[in-house]
């Protein structure tokens, strides 16, 4: 079918097409991955263990974390079910004085849990969620809109016992305003 | 060709002519009369379009406080007692968005269209209605009336309502209904129960 | 060239567009309509195994017929049909947001019923769930006495979604015959209760 010759006679046509094709498979890939990328509803920025980040209009560190099994006297006192256990983490909050009489931001926190056997799972603050704790629960739970000192709040998550038995625990802040990106910190 | 040498006006006289006759035979252009709906009696057991409601009694009364219906100082409660069975094959909500089953007209104060302030089962005052296929409940439609409105003695109008499907939501899950259609109208004598008593 | 086509030419495009035609009409009748497109995801369960959907898990423990139950906070409805109890554990897998048993439906035959929430926190209808946390508890389904009786009573299947709308998402269902067992005239149930366990 093709006669000798034909390669050399088209050869530019050809050189046009090996060159073209790739460039133009890959302007629409990046096209498209870039808007993927660009309109994906999270974007987290990690921070490891120990370090603080300037989130928001305030400066946040992870201060401690705590852990209290269901049979523990904490986990009684606070009526937790059998099989799980409370994980509180102490975050601080230096909230930048603007000067201004505005409130501040509210915040929403959440656990997540990745790798492991499970695939990745994720918590709401037990004050919002559905698992009931009895008991007297911290003063602060979650962002304070009055406060402009620096403050500390415990985020309570009541997770089932084998939670990051070999799995990584992180703790997801998020600011409305600051959307799509949200702080995720390294809980060790 | 014939078509050629046919004058229009003679076409379009001759069409509207065909098109007149042939309406005659549906009986003319009058608009055809509606059927005017039905009117029951107390007790009378009324089948509609999806439910089944008869319609007990209509009755005022001060509040439900086990409910926490409480109505504002000077104002009363318009009780209507009904029980509804679901005649097709899914569950039917029953919610005081709009009145698409029981209606009152007729009430000073009160525009027909106006849903319950609140359906209630009577079995246990839970205000969460769902009517199971084939499964007959007993209701309480509440309404919130001006005190002097009305008395023991008057006489309200009670309206079965019909909803109209219209077809399966294009996002949204479930049927989409158009406006309820009055299928029948029953008058009622209202009763009084003044603070009513606990069963 | 300026020879004539011939027939057996004609005859064999005639055919040939036929073909397609043909091919058109199945490919377009069998595309899948809005039904087919958005059907929730059915994830099959046995009684007593756990099944897991994408962020539903369910595991049905018992199911009774009886006339009369009395829930664990002191709740006793009266029904003029029967009512069919089914014990459960149930938790949400991947994220506790918006996770609420929202469809818990009972099909028998053509109908469907949906659990009752006139008991309120009683039930697990409706109820939130957590993440990895079981809750087990009852739900409480009201049936016409002859339909839990009938034949098809033997086949019912009940349904179970995280969210009341169950398109494009898992789905529980769950095989159960309600005229295994002889019906109760009046069961107590426990208050729903978190843990495992």
């Known amino acids: 079918m093709l006669r000798p010759g034909w390669f050399r006679q088209n050869r530019l046509a050809l050189l046009a097409v090996l060159v073209l094709l790739p460039v133009t498979l890959g302007i629409m890939f990046a096209y498209q991955w870039l808007g993927y990328f660009e309109r994906f509803p999270s974007r987290p920025v990690d921070v490891a263990t120990g370090d603080s980040i300037q989130y928001g209009r305030s400066e946040w560190r992870i201060d401690s974390t705590d852990r209290f099994g269901a049979d523990s006297a904490r986990g009684q006192e606070r009526g937790l079910p059998a099989g799980t256990d409370l994980i509180v983490v102490t975050v601080r909050v230096v909230p930048s004085s603007t000067g201004t009489d505005k409130e501040h931001d509210l915040c929403t926190v959440r656990l997540e849990e990745t790798g492991g056997e499970h695939p990745t799972r994720s918590w709401a603050n037990a004050t919002g969620a559905a698992v009931p704790l009895t008991g007297t629960g911290p003063d602060l739970t979650s962002c304070s809109r009055e406060l402009r000192t620096p403050y500390t709040f415990d985020a309570q998550f009541v997770v089932p016992a084998d939670t990051g038995d070999w799995s990584a625990l992180t703790l997801g802040a998020s600011v409305v305003t600051e959307l799509p990106e949200y702080a995720r910190f390294s809980l060790d | 060709m014939l078509a050629d040498r046919l004058p229009t006006r003679w076409l379009v006289t001759g069409s509207t002519a065909v098109l007149l006759g042939l309406s005659a035979l549906f009986g003319g252009l009058e608009t055809a009369p509606v059927q005017a709906a039905p009117v029951l009696a107390a007790g009378d057991t009324h089948v509609g379009s999806e439910l089944t409601v008869t319609v007990d009694q209509a009755l005022l009364i001060d509040a439900f406080p086990e409910q926490y219906l409480t109505p504002k100082a000077g104002n009363r409660l318009l009780v209507v007692r009904a029980v509804v069975e679901n005649t097709t094959t899914e569950p039917r909500r029953l919610s005081p968005v709009e009145a698409d089953s029981v209606g009152v007209t007729g009430v000073p104060g009160l525009s027909t269209a106006k849903p319950p302030l609140r359906i209630l089962v009577i079995d246990d005052g839970s205000d969460r209605v769902v009517v199971q296929p084939g499964v007959p409940v007993e209701l309480a439609y509440v309404w919130e009336i001006d005190g002097a409105d009305l008395a023991a003695g008057d006489t309200i109008t009670v309206t079965l309502l019909n909803r109209l499907y219209i077809s399966e939501g294009e996002l949204t899950y479930g049927g989409l209904y158009g406006d309820p259609v009055v299928a029948a109208t029953l008058d009622l004598v209202l009763d009084d129960v003044g603070a009513g008593v606990s069963e | ?197």
């Open chain 3, 1 to 197: 060239m300026t020879a004539a086509v011939p027939r057996w030419r004609h005859a064999a495009n005639g055919l040939t567009l036929v073909g397609i035609l043909a091919i058109a009409a199945v490919v377009l009748h069998t595309a899948p309509d809005r039904e087919l497109q958005q059907s929730p995801i059915t994830v099959t369960g046995a009684l007593g195994e756990r099944a897991s959907g994408r962020n539903i898990a369910a595991t049905v423990q018992s199911v009774t017929v009886t006339e009369s139950v009395t829930a664990g906070d002191g709740w006793a409805g009266a029904t003029t049909g029967v009512w069919v109890v089914v014990e459960l554990t149930v938790e949400a897998v991947v994220t506790d947001q918006a996770a609420v048993l929202g469809t818990a439906v009972l099909r028998v035959g053509d109908a469907g019923f949906s659990a009752s929430t006139r008991p309120g926190p009683a039930t697990v209808a409706a109820a939130s769930l957590a993440t990895g946390i079981p809750l087990t508890g009852p739900l409480m389904f009201e049936l016409p006495a002859d339909v839990a009786a009938s034949a098809a009573a033997a086949h019912a299947t009940l349904e179970l979604a995280a969210n009341s709308d169950p398109r494009v998402d898992s789905q529980i269902v769950v095989p159960l015959d309600l005229t295994a067992d002889e019906p109760q005239t009046s069961i107590d149930v426990a208050y729903p209760e978190w843990g495992a366990r």
